[in-house]
Every structure is written in C-alpha cells, then in structure tokens.
C-alpha cells in the first residue's frame, strides 16, 4: 500500500521560510522520481518542483531561486525547502509519485503566507 505523507505546513510571515517533508512507504523509493504540488483556493493544481531518481531537479518559474527539492533515499522522503515566501505562495501543497502501480497523492499540507 502507497502512502505519502506531508508535513511542516504552517502559517508564516512574507519572506519567511518553511520546509515541507513527504514521507513514502510502499515504493522503491530510490527509484521513483517525486514531486511537489500546490493548490491555491480557487485554483488548479500545479507543479512546484520535481526531483528524479538521479537527483535532477525543475521548477516552476515562479519559485526558482527561493524553493529547493531534495531527497534523502535511506530516510524514503523527499524535502521542498521554501525561501522568501510571498503571499502568492499560499496554498495546500501535495507530494506525488507515479509508480507502474498508478499516480499516488498525499493528503497535503496547508502552507498560509501572510502579507
């Protein structure tokens, strides 16, 4: 059984930090390439970041130089460290993962920025 599980949402001032953990059991992690969504209210989900299994890494624009995706293989959780926070990036934000199984989600964590 496929589970995700975020963590380290919170409320936080503008320009402040968070960092996100999505732990995962199930898969062969190592081998997975992992991701991070957001959803802000009223809005669609999009990607954030995305990590794969050799460690390369994309983001989206509106992050890039403030967000950080990384893993940790033996721990099977994958990181999205979040710098210079705006209000913009308020949101729920999931980890995902797509194994030959089928797309899994976390059940997010809420990440509040205020201005």
């Known amino acids: 059984q496929v589970q995700l599980v975020e963590s380290g949402g919170g409320l936080v001032q503008a320009g402040g930090s968070l960092r996100l953990s999505c732990a995962a059991s199930?898969?062969?992690?190592?081998?997975?390439?992992m991701g991070w969504y957001r959803q802000a209210p009223g809005k669609q989900r999009e990607l954030v970041a995305h990590?794969?299994?050799?460690?390369?890494?994309n983001y989206t624009d509106s992050v890039k130089g403030r967000f950080t995706i990384s893993r940790d293989n033996a721990k099977n959780t994958v990181y999205l460290q979040m710098n210079s926070l705006k209000p913009e990036d308020t949101g729920v934000y999931y980890c995902?993962?797509?194994?030959?199984?089928?797309?899994?989600w976390g059940q997010g964590t809420q990440v509040t920025v205020s201005s």
């Open positions: 995902n993962t797509r194994t030959i199984g089928g797309l899994y």
């Open positions: 199930g898969i062969s992690f190592s081998i997975n390439a």
């Open positions: 990590i794969t299994s050799g460690g390369s890494t």
